[in-house]
């Protein structure tokens, strides 16, 4: 396990408003000498790679949904659905039905949380939050490692409308294969109702860094219509996103689409992690023999940990749109395991059946929908294209026990991403911007493939 870096802490997270925070972080630095008073520090680096902008969910709607009480979209406004939620976990828990995110509710939706999430305890932060706050350096600190960045957090809160409070603040990892140089992010938090942040949406534009690149890392439901989300992706080089942490992930991936065809630059962490399947299934049919047996593939099974499809949807879109299939059926049914069954046509007019299958887990990890295994096969017994590919954590219990993987003329195992979280992913993403090709041509068969969905 890498150990975590020394964090000097160059500004504690300070309350000041909203005209101050350009002419504060200026004070930081000239208030920051060369070296610190033992002269033992090393010289700080200030943010001069890129903005990095981070919308964070609502903390009600996120935790009502963690915890099954809420499917709507994680927008920061609390609408009839999550006075319904609220009232459900309210009966549920034995407190005063309310409708509304008491402090009491709050506390308790945060403890059941935490139990969830194995911690045993809460992780309270100054601010009452259930997770790292946003004021900490470590949801940078993969970042920062590599890169000096200004982070600007967006933090809506249930509750009153009061207006914005806006803090900053300055964080250093100490690196010991760098220590010449404090490589040092710049925090501007500002936090306030989710229609109290839209009204300050204009001033954001000119908090980001001029000249350099900005990105959007928004983290909760994308939403094309929402005032705030436009304005931000509209001065952004790359809007990120992370589909395994979609509430209503069919829906939400045909909204990644209309993204897409509005010209904005989208990129999904959840893409990324599909990167060694992807590999692995292209270097299967690498062999000139095998290169031909592409066309007998009629039939594919994608195995995911029950809870979210978005990586099995991905990986389908790009398979069918590198072989250009096109989808004509598409059905669901959920029983033990969530079942989703499509059709797809080839050039030659053959036909393909695809079917995933949300298997459920008992130890479920970070990520929800992992791919656990997957099978190209075809109904041509003489064709030589059979490949099984499985995940050394998930196996291919279930592939076994079909007899896939015996008959498989090649059978794989992916490795486990070193790091699959968020943060180490975005440390990645920050590295690149603009359009994604073989993600958008993959959304765009998607799209085409659950709007059958819609239409049935």
């Known amino acids: 396990m890498t150990q975590a870096p020394t964090i000097f802490s160059l500004q504690a997270p300070k309350d000041i408003s909203l005209t101050e925070i350009e002419a504060e972080l200026n004070q930081i630095w000239q208030s920051y000498g060369i070296t610190g008073e033992d002269g033992a520090l090393p010289a700080a680096t200030r943010a001069t790679t890129f903005t990095l902008v981070v919308y964070e969910p609502e903390e009600t709607q996120y935790l009502l949904a963690s915890l099954g009480f809420y499917n709507g979209p994680i927008d920061g406004i609390l609408g009839p659905q999550t006075d319904v939620a609220l009232r459900l976990a309210q009966q549920k828990y034995e407190l005063p039905e309310t409708g509304t995110a008491t402090p009491e509710t709050l506390a308790k939706l945060r403890e059941e949380y935490a139990k969830r999430q194995g911690n045993g305890a809460v992780a309270e932060n100054g601010n009452g939050s259930y997770n790292v706050s946003v004021t900490s350096p470590r949801i940078a600190d993969e970042i920062a490692l590599r890169n000096p960045c200004r982070i600007i957090a967006l933090c809506p ?36 109702t989710a229609s109290a942040l839209e009204r300050i949406g204009g001033m954001i534009p000119a908090l980001l860094i001029g000249g350099l690149p900005k990105f959007l890392w928004w983290k909760a439901t994308p939403d094309p219509n929402n005032i705030l989300f436009k304005r931000l992706a509209a001065v952004c080089n790359n809007v990120i996103v992370d589909s395994c942490n979609f509430n209503e992930p069919e829906s939400d991936l045909l909204s990644l689409h209309e993204l897409v065809e509005t010209n904005v630059p989208l990129a999904d962490l959840n ?55 096109m989808p004509i059926s598409y059905q669901q049914e959920s029983n033990d395991y969530d079942l989703t069954r499509i059709r797809f046509v080839a050039q030659d007019q053959k036909q393909i059946e695809a079917e995933l299958a949300g298997v459920p887990v008992a ?20 064709a030589d294209c059979s490949t099984v590919i499985c995940s050394e954590t998930g196996g291919c219990m279930r592939m076994e026990t079909h007899g896939g993987a015996q008959s498989a003329g090649l059978f794989q195992q992916v490795s486990s991403l070193s790091e699959q979280k968020a943060e180490a992913l975005l440390s990645q993403q920050v590295q690149r911007w603009g359009r994604e090709t073989l993600f958008e041509d993959s959304l765009g068969l998607i799209a085409q493939t659950l709007k059958l969905r819609v239409k049935s």
């Open 157 to 192: 809160i249930a509750g009153e409308d009061e207006g914005v409070k806006a803090q900053v603040s300055a964080y250093c990892p100490i690196q010991k294969q760098s220590s010449s140089t404090l490589v040092c992010c710049e925090y501007i938090t500002l936090s306030g």
């Open 271 to 325: 893409w990324r992690r599909l990167s060694a399947w992807q590999e692995l299934t292209a270097e299967a049919y690498d062999p000139p023999n095998r290169r031909t047996a592409l066309k007998e593939i009629d039939r594919v099974t994608i195995d995911y940990e029950k809870g979210n499809p978005a990586q099995a949807l991905l990986f389908l879109g790009w398979l069918a749109s590198r072989l250009d299939w």
């Open 363 to 382: 130890d479920v990890g970070d990520i929800m929908g992992d791919l656990i295994a997957l099978r190209l096969s075809s109904s041509n017994p003489k």
